[in-house]
T-cell receptor
Framework: GENVEQHPSTLSVQEGDSAVIKCTYS??????FPWYKQELGKRPQLIID?????GEKKDQRIAVTLNKTAKHFSLHITETQPEDSAVYFC???????????FGPGTRLSVLP | EAQVTQNPRYLITVTGKKLTVTCSQN?????MSWYRQDPGLGLRQIYY???????DKGDVPEGYKVSRKEKRNFPLILESPSPNQTSLYFC????????????FGPGTRLTVL
């Protein structure tokens, strides 16, 4: 089955700096890679996703890159703000919801 | 308002006492899924359902049952709960399996003594 690793487990950045979180996956059949943000005590919410036919996707300050050959994908947050502080999860799966696996999460702290 | 609801939100029970956590969505979504969240392990998929009467095991199905008799409901059943099932549980739904955003319910915090 699919296995997703995520690094780092914790990340602290100064407000205004960039943050990068990296994930690797094992199953070459995976073709859907979402990122979720979970604030303390709340439910996960999708912030961006990418499919295997696209190498990069951007939405304002958030971007995701995918290297299918190397089986890794990354989340990039630019101009970080205190409200970006949360736990971020990557995930990998196929179009049918099978083998949909989350990474263990990265706790991002944006320091004022 | 489009939403996924779960009940109860908090539950403390004892080993062996059968319980059901309900999940309901009002978005006419085909795909529904249950996850458990444990510190350091992220979210692990327990069961998922592609449509009514279609369910399949996720990563950690042992000790759980589900049913999908109606499109909107996807209850999670613990026939004989054990302390290692103490966790935070999330239900999620999406229109197609992964064609769009998975909407998560608010979570159910379960403690099994």
């Amino acid at each position: 089955g699919e296995n997703v690793e995520q690094h780092p487990s914790t990340l602290s950045v100064q407000e205004g700096d960039s943050a990068v979180i990296k994930c690797t996956y094992s199953d070459s059949a995976s073709n859907y890679f979402p990122w979720y943000k979970q604030e303390l005590g709340k439910r996960p919410q999708l912030i961006i996703d990418i499919r295997s036919n696209v190498g990069e996707k951007k939405d304002q300050r958030i971007a995701v890159t995918l290297n299918k050959t190397a089986k890794h994908f990354s989340l990039h947050i630019t101009e970080t703000q205190p409200e970006d502080s949360a736990v971020y999860f990557c995930a990998a799966g196929d179009n049918y919801g099978q083998n949909f696996v989350f990474g263990p999460g990265t706790r991002l702290s944006v320091l004022p | 308002e489009a939403q996924v609801t779960q009940n109860p939100r908090y539950l403390i029970t004892v080993t062996g006492k059968k319980l059901t956590v309900t999940c309901s969505q009002n978005m006419n979504h085909e795909y529904m899924s249950w996850y458990r969240q444990d510190p350091g392990l992220g979210l692990r998929q327990i069961y998922y359902s592609m449509n009514v009467e279609v369910t399949d095991k996720g990563d950690v199905p042992e000790g759980y049952k589900v049913s999908r008799k109606e499109k909107r409901n996807f209850p999670l059943i613990l026939e004989s709960p054990s302390p290692n099932q103490t966790s935070l549980y999330f239900c999620a739904s999406s229109q197609k399996p992964l064609a769009g955003t998975q909407f998560f319910g608010p979570g159910t915090r379960l403690t099994v003594l």
